[in-house]
T-cell receptor, first 112, second 113 residues
């Protein structure tokens, strides 16, 4: 069974601070996705990383895929209250399908 | 708005009962995925359908079943419900069956009393 461990589980920071969320596994994934989920809504895709070592930027969010495609990180610069939510990483695997294995998420609260 | 529609939004029922959750995928998407999200287990993949055929199975109990109809909407049937089945159930869709990002609906919150 493939597992994705996310850390930290909970993070509460002040507006303007930087933070990094980690997603680790002992398994290799063909790609890894990051989602943000807000209460009462489904997860919303932020980014997909495919190549080992890949770095993608989405405004103040920087995503990195590990060289061995087993881990990933999400760095947020100058966090804002609108960044508050549950951040989920999901690894894709499975020939002929697109099964996603999700981590349990990091719950981020950005305090104004 | 992801374009994926799930109904009902909330469902309250009793142990031993049977319920059906419905999902309409985004226009043009052929694949539908079902997930269960609980506080202790996180988001767990249940089953995937592609163009009417079962494509992949995850941690789906034998009491649960799903199908995808010719118009591509899907239904998840949960029977002999137990207290532990209380959870959020999400449907997601993607254009094909591999290497495509999934777009999620807003879920059905199932509460078993």
């Amino acid at each position: 069974t493939q597992l994705l461990e996310q850390s930290p589980q909970f993070l509460s920071i002040q507006e303007g601070e930087n933070l990094t969320v980690y997603c680790n596994s002992s398994s290799v994934f063909s790609s890894l996705q990051w989602y943000r989920q807000e209460p009462g809504e489904g997860p919303v895709l932020l980014v997909t990383v495919v190549t080992g070592g890949e770095v993608k930027k989405l405004k103040r969010l920087t995503f990195q895929f590990g060289d061995a495609r087993k881990d990933s990180s999400l760095h947020i610069t100058a966090a804002q209250p609108g960044d508050t939510g549950l951040y989920l990483c999901a690894g894709a695997s499975g020939a002929g399908s697109y099964q996603l294995t999700f981590g349990k998420g990091t719950k981020l609260s950005v305090i104004p | 708005d992801s374009g994926v529609t799930q109904t009902p939004k909330h469902l309250i029922t009793a142990t031993g009962q049977r319920v059906t959750l419905r999902c309409s995928p985004r226009s043009g998407d052929l694949s539908v995925y079902w997930y269960q999200q609980s506080l202790d287990q996180g988001l767990q993949f249940l089953i995937q359908y592609y163009n009417g055929e079962e494509r992949a199975k995850g941690n789906i109990l034998e009491r649960f079943s799903a199908q995808q109809f010719p118009d591509l909407h899907s239904e998840l049937n949960l029977s002999s419900l137990e207290l532990g089945d209380s959870a959020l159930y999400f449907c997601a869709s993607s254009p094909t069956y591999s290497n495509q990002p999934q777009h999620f609906g807003d879920g059905t919150r199932l509460s078993i009393l």
